[in-house]
């Protein structure tokens, strides 16, 4: 019978940059995940900050790259979405690779003045507080702008927005507006919900803006299903930059548009996206359109999230047993559950890389992969998510671990992280693994598996 080994080899081009096998065990950009599992157990959550690290320089480089190559005259700025992952060693490994922050809330805020007085950041850094804002986040969007925070932006996500500032800070400041930019048309709204319309940008420009102490800095845009390789991508960027062109001729302070995030992230052994094409493109797109309508090109600025910190991340399982609930339904139980550790297969139905860490050597089956919830939902198939799923065959004598990888993103806000989850399964251990500076591999354990005492606690026991 043929290997799990095999399959792999014969379907997908294998071993890849992240991912090899030796003596049939997985090894995760050349961390042995087995001893990682021997030493802490399962289920565990992994992040590798040197991913988030090769990740801003290469976007930093193929931007660059092709602003040297079209002999662009502005500039790029990487800017880190910090609801992606708002863990102190993620936002500590961003800033130390000449990164910004793009914030969504008031309680980003206190991270921003953490990070300042811990020597991380500075108040030359730019903060883009974006958002639809509640008061809280206008008076700590003034406070920054008060305390000499040169270049916090707040991005005016509606008309009312500026009123705060103009009247709770000091001094001259920037702003930014976003745009609302139609949604895809198969969506179910045909303009986003956040941002100003484009027939009112000009107005209220001219009306509020120009004769008041605010200075307009940014156009923000951002499309929700990501910088994309289609008609709609390019159409949706080319009328934002005509949106910039016309406003700039009457706007000379304007010097800067940001394209949000959506650069994607490899969730599949078979995925395929030009980076640096894409990165020239804009480039290009934006250096056209700004030359035919005869005014200066705008600085770039990009607010990477998932791109920045999906892939550093893993979230390992064991299978406690194997059930078969008719002739061809096999489950594998697992300990964990999707709803609770990895909520976007379970309300998105994600797909990630998803490869065993041990007995590649084994003959393999196509398995149902179900969690400890009692909520039907609460598995993982081919069916939900496009590919067969395939494992080696369930030994009783030698447990099988197997991954989920570049669950970096998101996972841990949206599943309730430190606090009460579906059946009270509990968040797992966390483990942080980086390399020093001799490039060996380091781990330390960042949290402990969440304690029944803690939940008790939050639920008034």
């Known amino acids: 019978m043929r290997k799990y080994a095999d399959l792999i080899d014969q379907t997908f081009y294998f071993p890849t940059k992240e991912f090899k096998v030796e003596k049939d065990n997985l090894h995760f950009h050349g961390v042995n995940l087995m001893e990682i599992i021997k030493e802490y157990g399962t289920p565990l959550k992994l992040s590798y900050l ?33 609801k992606s992952s708002h863990f102190k060693f993620v936002v500590e490994k961003t800033l130390s690779n000449d990164a910004h922050l793009e914030t969504s809330s008031a309680y980003d805020i206190p991270i921003v003045r953490s990070m300042l007085k811990a020597g991380k950041l500075t108040k030359e850094h730019y903060i883009i507080c974006n958002g639809f804002k509640r008061p809280l986040y206008l008076q700590e969007v003034s406070a920054l702008l008060n305390e000499g925070y040169t270049n916090c932006i707040p991005v005016l996500d509606n008309l009312n927005e500026l009123n705060h500032y103009l009247t709770n800070v000091n001094d001259d400041f920037q702003v930014g507006i976003r745009i609302a930019a139609d949604e895809e048309p198969n969506f179910a709204f045909y303009t986003s919900r956040l941002g100003i319309r484009y027939g009112d940008i000009l107005p209220y420009y001219k009306d509020v803006i120009k004769e008041s102490k605010a200075n307009l800095k940014m156009l923000h845009f951002f499309i929700n299903t990501g910088i994309k390789d289609t008609a709609y991508y390019w159409s949706e960027l080319s009328r934002f930059i005509y949106k910039y062109c016309e406003l700039k001729k009457i706007c000379p302070e304007l010097d800067t548009v940001d394209i949000g995030g959506g650069f994607p992230i490899k969730n599949s052994l078979h995925f395929e996206y030009d980076y640096k094409y894409m990165a020239e493109q804009i480039i290009e797109n934006i250096q056209w359109i700004c030359k035919k309508n005869h005014v200066p090109v705008p600085n770039i600025f990009t607010e990477f999230g998932s791109y920045t910190v999906g892939e550093s991340g893993a979230t390992i399982y064991s299978v406690l047993d194997q059930k078969l609930q008719n002739d061809k339904e096999l489950w594998y139980m697992m300990d964990g559950s999707f709803i609770t550790h990895m909520p976007d297969v379970w309300g998105l139905n994600e797909k990630y890389i998803m490869l065993p860490v041990n007995h590649w050597k084994s003959p393999y089956h196509r398995v149902n992969l179900g969690g400890l919830t009692c909520d039907s939902q609460d598995y993982y198939d081919s069916e939900a998510h496009i590919g067969e799923v395939f494992l080696p065959q369930y030994d009783e004598n030698e447990t099988l671990f197997f991954g989920f990888f570049h669950t970096g993103a998101y996972q841990e806000s949206l599943g309730g992280y430190g606090g009460i989850q579906h059946c009270l399964i509990p968040a797992p251990k ?8 001799d490039g060996k591999i380091v781990h330390e354990l960042f949290a402990e598996e969440q304690k029944s005492e803690d939940m008790m606690k939050i639920l008034g026991y």
């Open 50 to 82: 040197p991913k988030i690290e090769q990740n801003i320089k290469y976007a930093y480089k193929i931007f660059n790259d092709a602003i040297k190559k079209h002999k662009y005259e502005g500039k790029y700025t990487y800017a880190y979405c910090t």
């Open 430 to 437: 966390h483990i942080i693994i980086d390399r020093d500076k």
